[in-house]
């Protein structure tokens, strides 16, 4: 069965709407929608890698741009609907502790949770919010999102029959793999509730945020 749905996701990689869907999927992802672009990134590198740049291309601008959809979110109807999003993602219980992180580092927090498994529609929704400076947020998305995308195209281009042909063999072990990266995404999302744990950090018992937006 895995291999059946390997093989039509590839199929459907190769599609000629291909590009449109993965723009799709990265905006949506980077503001209010849960699947992340990933898989449907790699397999369209799979495909065609000779394509892989442009489609790692495609992705970030999908991403960045879905992200200002998110920063409106946060800095415009975050009262309104912004906070029921954040319930319906089960990410309402980290917003306090993202929110504090962000300004204490800013663009330093989007360059480096933008590039884990770390939702990245909770950075932007919280960097919204705050009313963090527009331009930062911008190149710090770009710098984040074109970093994991960009290399994702990147590794394809040079060694995607390889890896192709490597996936192809270790299916079952890749997706075993895949599903522990989750799991680990998803732990590192809950060190945002209770902060580092060191005695300086400014975030471990974050305050109530609600009469904070302004950085």
């Not at 199929?11 to 449907?40: M, N, T």
């Not at 495609?58 to 319930?87: M, W």
């Not at 945002?192 to 950085?215: M, Y």
């Amino acid at each position: 069965m895995l291999r059946r749905l390997y093989d039509w996701m590839l199929a459907k990689a190769a599609h000629r709407h291909a590009e449109r869907w993965l723009f799709l999927f990265a905006f949506v992802e980077s503001s209010f929608f849960p699947v992340p672009p990933h898989p449907l990134l790699g397999l369209m590198c799979l495909a065609q890698p000779k394509r892989a740049l442009r489609y790692g291309a495609i992705c970030t601008i999908g991403s960045v741009l879905g992200g200002l959809l998110g920063y409106a979110i946060g800095y415009f109807v975050y009262d309104a609907f912004g906070q029921q999003l954040l319930q319906w993602l089960h990410l309402a219980d980290k917003f306090p502790s993202a929110a504090c992180y962000l300004r204490e580092y800013g663009a330093q927090l989007i360059i480096v949770k933008g590039a884990t498994p770390i939702p990245f529609k909770l950075v932007t929704i919280t960097a919204g919010f705050i009313h963090m400076n527009l331009f930062t947020f911008i190149w710090a998305s770009i710098v984040s999102r074109g970093f994991q995308f960009m290399l994702v195209g990147l590794l394809f281009r040079l060694f995607g029959a390889w890896a192709k042909a490597f996936i192809e063999k270790y299916l079952g072990l890749l997706s075993i793999a895949f599903v522990v990266l989750v799991i680990g995404g998803f732990l590192l999302v809950s060190q945002l509730e209770g902060g580092h744990g060191g005695a300086n950090d400014p975030c471990t018992n974050p305050a109530p945020i609600a009469a904070k937006r302004v950085v």
